[in-house]
Nanobody
């Protein structure tokens, strides 16, 4: 079973940038579409960005134009370039499979806090 480890979150002022990453174990990582999900208190986990095995990307309207997802299959790693951050981007960010049912096991996520 794949294991996912997210890192790279932090505290940043509005307008700032972060680049979290997600490392996956096992060689199966490269054969799936992957995505970044955001969890905020009182809300369901939502998919904010996804990338197919071929590199096609999709974004939630709330982050379009500000976030960029990318992947390095050789390193089994997915990145999320986050620019022009807003307070409403605050949450715990997780990576998991996208385009098909997410794996049952989630990583611990990485906290992103946007505040002045």
């Amino acid at each position: 079973q794949v294991q996912l480890v997210e890192s790279g979150g932090g505290l940043v002022q509005p307008g700032g940038s972060l680049r979290p990453s997600c490392a996956g174990s096992g060689n199966i990582f490269r054969i799936y579409g992957m995505g970044w999900y955001r969890q905020t208190p009182g809300k369901q986990r939502e998919l904010v960005a996804s990338i197919s095995t071929g590199g096609s990307t999709n974004y939630a309207d709330s982050v379009k134009g500000r976030f960029t997802i990318s992947r390095d299959n050789a390193k089994s790693t997915v990145y999320l370039e986050m620019n022009s951050l807003k307070p409403e981007d605050t949450g715990v960010y997780y990576c998991n499979r996208a385009g098909s049912k997410p794996w049952d096991t989630w990583g611990r996520g990485t906290q992103v806090t946007v505040s002045s």
